[in-house]
C-alpha cells in the first residue's frame, strides 16, 4: 500500500524502528495484523526492501529509511503524520567482546543506538501523542546481567531505566511506557554469531533454543493494546524463564 492512501486511513497508527529484520520486522507485521497502520523504519535499505518483498500486501505497513540516532529525520516522518499512537522502539545493535577489549568508541557506539536512539524514538513521539498513546521499549535479558557485551548490558539497563522514568515523567499526559525483554532470540543479531556462540547461547536457555521473533511480538502487541494502557513502567521478560533462575535437581 502507498503512504498517500494509509494517510487517509483512520485506523491507528504505530511506528516500529528497527522493523526491516528480526525482532522489529515480527513486531510490524503482528501490529498490523492487530489493526494498525504501522510505519516501518529502519537503516538498511537492504532490510526494507526484503521486508517490502515479503509482506502480505493487504497488510498497511510502509517502509522508511531513517537512522533512529537521526533526530531530524525522525521529526520529519512524524510531523508527516495526522496521528501516532504507538511507537516501538526496537532497533539495536549487538557486539560480544570481552570487558578488556571494549573500547570507547565501542562503547559510545553501543550506547548512540541502543540508548540514545530510544531515547529520540520515544521522546520526538511522546511530543506527538495524544493521551492513551503507548511507547513499548525493546530492551533485553541482558539488562540483568551477562558476560562477553558489557557495553551492550549497561545500555539494556539504561534501556529499561529509560523506561521506568519517562512512565513517570509521561504520566501527566497519560502516555503508557512499557519495555519487553527478550532472551536469546533468532534474529539477524542472533545470526551474526560464530556458530560456536550461538551453540553456547542456545545450551543456556531453559528451551535449548532461541525464541521465535514472533514470540516477542506477542508481548509488544499486548503492551502496544490501548486495552493495556493502564499497565506503565513495566518491563515484561520473555526469556523462557531464564531471568527467574535455573532447575537445580
Ligand atoms: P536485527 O539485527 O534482526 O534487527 C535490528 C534492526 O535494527 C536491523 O534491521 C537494523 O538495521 C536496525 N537498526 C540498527 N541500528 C539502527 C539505527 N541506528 N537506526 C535504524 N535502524 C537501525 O536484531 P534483533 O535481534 O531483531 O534486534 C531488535 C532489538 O531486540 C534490539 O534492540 C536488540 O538489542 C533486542 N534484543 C535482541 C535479542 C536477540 O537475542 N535477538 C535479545 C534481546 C534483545
Given at each position: 500500500?502507498?503512504?498517500?492512501?494509509?494517510?487517509?486511513?483512520?485506523?491507528?497508527?504505530?511506528v516500529?524502528t528497527?522493523?526491516?529484520?528480526?525482532?522489529?520486522?515480527?513486531?510490524?507485521?503482528r501490529?498490523?495484523?492487530?489493526?494498525?497502520?504501522?510505519?516501518?523504519?529502519?537503516?538498511?535499505?537492504?532490510?526494507?526492501?526484503?521486508?517490502?518483498?515479503?509482506?502480505?500486501?493487504?497488510?498497511?505497513?510502509?517502509?522508511?529509511?531513517?537512522?533512529?540516532?537521526?533526530?531530524?529525520?525522525?521529526?520529519?516522518?512524524?510531523?508527516?503524520?495526522?496521528?501516532?499512537?504507538?511507537?516501538?522502539?526496537?532497533?539495536?545493535?549487538?557486539?560480544m567482546?570481552?570487558f578488556?577489549?571494549?573500547?570507547?568508541?565501542?562503547?559510545r557506539?553501543m550506547?548512540?543506538?541502543?540508548?540514545?536512539?530510544?531515547?529520540?524514538?520515544?521522546?520526538?513521539?511522546?511530543?506527538?501523542?495524544?493521551?492513551?498513546g503507548?511507547?513499548?521499549?525493546?530492551?533485553?535479558?541482558?539488562?540483568?546481567?551477562?558476560?562477553?557485551?558489557?557495553?551492550?548490558?549497561?545500555?539494556?539497563?539504561?534501556?529499561?531505566?529509560?523506561?521506568?522514568a519517562?512512565a513517570?515523567?509521561?504520566?501527566?499526559?497519560?502516555?503508557?511506557?512499557?519495555s519487553?525483554?527478550?532472551?536469546?532470540?533468532?534474529?539477524?543479531?542472533?545470526?551474526a554469531?560464530?556458530?560456536?556462540?550461538?551453540?553456547?547461547?542456545?545450551?543456556?536457555?531453559?528451551?535449548?533454543?532461541p525464541?521465535?521473533?514472533a514470540?516477542?511480538?506477542?508481548?509488544?502487541?499486548?503492551?502496544?493494546?490501548?486495552k493495556?494502557?493502564f499497565?506503565?513502567?513495566?518491563?515484561?521478560?520473555?526469556?523462557?524463564?531464564?531471568?527467574?533462575?535455573?532447575?537445580?535437581?
Amino acid at each position: 500500500m502507498t503512504r498517500e492512501i494509509l494517510k487517509n486511513d483512520s485506523r491507528e497508527t504505530a511506528v516500529v524502528t528497527g522493523g526491516g529484520s528480526g525482532i522489529g520486522r515480527a513486531t510490524a507485521i503482528r501490529l498490523a495484523q492487530d489493526g494498525f497502520r504501522v510505519l516501518v523504519v529502519d537503516r538498511d535499505a537492504k532490510a526494507l526492501a526484503g521486508m517490502k518483498a515479503g509482506l502480505d500486501g493487504a497488510l498497511a505497513i510502509t517502509c522508511h529509511e531513517v537512522d533512529v540516532c537521526d533526530r531530524l529525520a525522525m521529526c520529519r516522518l512524524l510531523d508527516d503524520e495526522a496521528r501516532l499512537d504507538v511507537m516501538v522502539c526496537a532497533a539495536g545493535i549487538g557486539q560480544m567482546l570481552p570487558f578488556d577489549a571494549i573500547t570507547d568508541q565501542d562503547f559510545r557506539a553501543m550506547l548512540e543506538v541502543n540508548l540514545l536512539g530510544v531515547f529520540i524514538g520515544a521522546q520526538e513521539a511522546s511530543r506527538r501523542m495524544k493521551a492513551g498513546g503507548r511507547i513499548v521499549t525493546i530492551s533485553s535479558r541482558a539488562a540483568i546481567g551477562g558476560g562477553g557485551f558489557a557495553h551492550y548490558v549497561a545500555a539494556k539497563a539504561g534501556v529499561v531505566g529509560l523506561t521506568r522514568a519517562m512512565a513517570i515523567d509521561l504520566r501527566g499526559k497519560s502516555i503508557a511506557v512499557n519495555s519487553v525483554a527478550p532472551g536469546f532470540t533468532e534474529t539477524g543479531i542472533t545470526r551474526a554469531l560464530t556458530p560456536e556462540q550461538h551453540a553456547k547461547f542456545s545450551a543456556l536457555e531453559p528451551s535449548g533454543h532461541p525464541a521465535d521473533p514472533a514470540e516477542i511480538a506477542n508481548a509488544v502487541s499486548f503492551l502496544a493494546s490501548p486495552k493495556t494502557s493502564f499497565i506503565t513502567g513495566q518491563t515484561l521478560f520473555v526469556d523462557g524463564g531464564k531471568s527467574v533462575g535455573s532447575l537445580l535437581l
